[in-house]
């Protein structure tokens, strides 16, 4: 069962890190990995696969890595984060369960905030590369679900509306939209661009969604940020450049100091947010 193995895999964390538990995680997407050094130094680090139900990443610019960051809150308290360097796509074939392990990992190791980034194609015009978006509300269009059974989760306010406003009063230029996760792995074709952006998306990838289905699941409060490094569509409605899997981790990358500083900025100012659940 996807919760015993989370369970066990928190224990080994606890254990081997020698911290009995953790206030927050961070998953770093597509070319996030350099994000770490603005969040914290690690006092432990260790290769995802080592611990139980995670598996190596395939996918460029996805470190596989997990670490536990000492953070100093506003409030001169120290918090613990969990840094995912990677994740697991549903393109690379685990199925859903896998893909959400780390985010249930964190939330048995007593995590009630999860912060998940990645990198999006731009469907508005407007937003060039490196613009960072808060994600604000997303599409499920990858037909498949973390969660299964008669597990129902309300996700009218998945992505909290709190500390987006902390986010936005830190950092002026974030803008806020419509995050929409498709299958993959290959990119869409110009008319399934413009049939996305028609029914709200402002932003594409293949990735978060499942992830922040199960971080709703175990009652964590939800960031989104998500940094443009491609523009799919432009104000004629035609895709400018094609898509390139390498540029999109660079894109990522130029982006993601900032950003991180952002991340830790928020953290700091919001934990802790709730006591932490047993693991």
Request: hydrophobic letters at 45%; aromatic letters at 4%.
């Amino acid at each position: 069962m996807p919760d015993e193995v989370a369970r066990e895999a928190a224990r080994r964390i606890a254990a081997s890190s020698g911290v009995p538990r953790h206030d927050a995680v961070v998953v770093l997407g597509s070319g996030w990995t350099g994000a770490i050094r603005e969040i914290g130094a690690p006092t432990w680090r260790v290769p995802a696969a080592d611990l139980p139900g995670f598996v190596d990443p395939t996918a460029p610019g996805h470190a596989g890595e997990v670490a536990s960051v000492p953070l100093r809150t506003t409030l001169g308290t120290v918090a613990r984060v969990l840094v995912l360097s990677g994740r697991t796509h549903l393109y690379e074939g685990h199925g859903p369960a896998v893909v959400a392990h780390g985010v249930r990992t964190a939330a048995a190791s007593g995590a009630r905030t999860c912060v998940l980034t990645n990198a999006n194609g731009s469907l508005r015009p407007g937003w060039p590369t490196g613009t960072g978006v808060l994600i604000a509300d997303h599409l499920d269009l990858a037909a498949a679900s973390s969660v299964t059974g008669g597990t129902f989760v309300d996700l009218t306010g998945c992505w909290s509306a709190r500390l987006r406003a902390v986010a936005r009063s830190l950092d002026s230029l974030l803008v806020e939209g419509t995050y929409a996760m498709v299958r993959g792995p290959e990119f869409q074709t110009v008319a399934e661009l413009r049939a996305l952006r028609m029914v709200g998306a402002d932003v594409v990838g293949m990735s978060t969604v499942l992830e922040a289905i199960a971080a709703r699941a175990a009652g964590m409060e939800l960031l989104g940020l998500s940094v443009v490094t491609t523009t799919e569509l432009d104000e004629h409605g035609a895709h400018p450049v094609l898509t390139d899997a390498d540029a999109v981790v660079a894109a990522a990358a130029a982006a993601a100091a900032g950003l991180g500083s952002t991340i830790r900025r928020v953290l700091a100012a919001t934990l802790p947010t709730a006591p932490p659940k047993e693991i």
